[in-house]
């Protein structure tokens, strides 16, 4: 079946170091979803990509899809203590009738203050 | 307010028995998921819902049933045919099949003795 591919697994940084998560994909994506799970907690939808370059901030967070479509990133700026968990890239593909949002295994990110 | 909860939060089993866990949402979404979610493994997709009365096998369906009778229910069961059943089982809910954003409840801890 179709995958996405994340990278980094782990990433510990210092608070006010920046971070960015990777997920790739073999095939053209239809959109990209990306989610954040605290320790002990329940993922939580963060945004939605569909358009090809396509880039959305969210304060210190930036997202962009890629101009091919197979591949995001999450960048977050000046990274706080709040920004602990894990971050998940859900995948979408087009074409037939049962295409369903595929997860990464996330990246785990822990902030030392 | 309006969400999906999850009941209960801790479930411990003796190996063998069949356990049902429970999924109630009051969004009027279409479209239920069950996933389970193992360290390191991401999310992995077990059945998914499209519409009441309606349900497909996701990635890993083996050894689970699911029931769609209500709109807002989508309960699963463990069945004893689950070789590692002990996981964190989250379920979702998003307004229309994969393309939506997906709200997930706040889980349940299965552990089988």
């Known amino acids: 079946g179709q995958q996405v591919m994340q990278i980094p697994q782990y990433q510990h940084v210092q608070e006010g170091e920046d971070f960015t998560t990777y997920c790739n994909s073999s095939?053209?994506?239809?959109?990209i979803q990306w989610y954040k799970q605290r320790p002990g907690g329940h993922p939580v939808f963060l945004i939605q990509l569909v358009k090809s370059g396509e880039v959305k901030k969210q304060k210190r967070l930036t997202f962009q899809f890629g101009e091919a479509k197979k591949n995001s990133s999450l960048h977050i700026t000046a990274t706080q203590t709040t920004d602990v968990g894990t971050y998940f890239c859900a995948g979408l593909w087009s074409g037939g009738s049962n295409y369903k949002l595929t997860f990464g295994k996330g990246t785990l990110l822990t902030v030392n203050p | 307010d309006g969400g999906i909860t999850q009941s209960p939060k801790y479930l411990f089993r003796k190996e063998g028995q069949n356990v049902t866990l429970s999924c109630e949402q009051n969004l009027n979404h279409d479209a239920m998921y069950w996933y389970r979610q193992d360290p390191g493994q991401g999310l992995r997709l077990i059945y998914y819902?499209?519409?009441?009365?309606?349900?497909q096998k996701g990635d890993i369906a083996e050894g689970y049933s699911v029931s769609r009778e209500k709109k807002e229910s989508f309960p699963l069961t463990v069945t004893s045919a689950q070789k590692n059943p002990t996981a964190f089982y989250l379920c979702a809910s998003s307004r229309a099949f994969s393309y939506n954003e997906q709200f997930f409840g706040p889980g349940t801890r299965l552990t089988v003795l």
């Open positions: 819902s499209q519409i009441v009365n309606d349900f």
């Open positions: 095939t053209t994506l239809s959109n």
